[in-house]
């Protein structure tokens, strides 16, 4: 993460200060841990209103993977069984095709959201882009009207966070 993004707390003020819509300040919270043995990897969370909302991380898109038919086996026993088709199944499932994201893509999403325009990410095929442009404090009002028509098209999850958005802005 740290190559990608720089140190949390400076990536967790630009994400709850900076560019959060005044109207979702201290309303939406962002995490991040690492546990000792995780090779690197994290657990990125989203709080609003103190409930945790979204976790992007291996285990929950490996999960999904498991819950979901997509692994042979839907019962693992051990670790080894457990992560087994993982590598081979995170390459065939898009993104736009799952509900589950590692903490890989929510830092590849953020970069992106970052290097481009509010407009460019809430357009996005990327649905992680587009969660980072709802919040985002330079959507103006037109185009909230306008992300209002398209919300239930977008999957469940992100509804949510257009709903929450929509809801404090009183659209």
């Known amino acids: 993460m740290g190559k990608i ?3 949390w707390s400076g990536m967790r003020k630009y994400l709850e200060k900076e560019m959060l819509a005044c109207s979702l300040q201290s309303r939406v919270r962002y995490n991040c841990t690492s546990y000792v043995g995780m ?6 969370e989203i709080y609003i209103d103190s409930k945790l909302i979204k976790q992007f991380s291996w285990e929950t898109v490996n999960t999904y993977f498991i819950e979901n038919g997509y692994t042979k086996s839907c019962d693992p026993v051990g670790i080894r069984e457990y992560w087994s088709e993982f590598w081979s199944l995170i390459g065939t499932v898009p993104i736009q095709s799952r509900t589950e994201y590692t903490d890989n893509e929510f830092c590849e999403a953020l970069e992106k959201y970052r290097n481009q325009s509010v407009q460019e990410s ?4 990327n649905p992680l882009e587009k969660m980072f442009a709802v919040l985002d404090r330079r959507l103006g009002k037109r185009t ?3 992300i209002k028509k398209v919300m239930e098209q977008q999957p469940e999850w992100l509804q949510l966070f257009y709903q929450l958005r ?5 659209i």
Request: one cysteine or more; glycine letters at 10%.
């Open 5 to 7: 993004l720089g140190s």
């Open 122 to 125: 809430i357009k996005s095929e």
């Open 39 to 44: 090779d690197g990897c994290h657990i990125f």
């Open 166 to 170: 929509l809801s404090a802005e009183n």
């Open 144 to 146: 909230l009207v306008e």
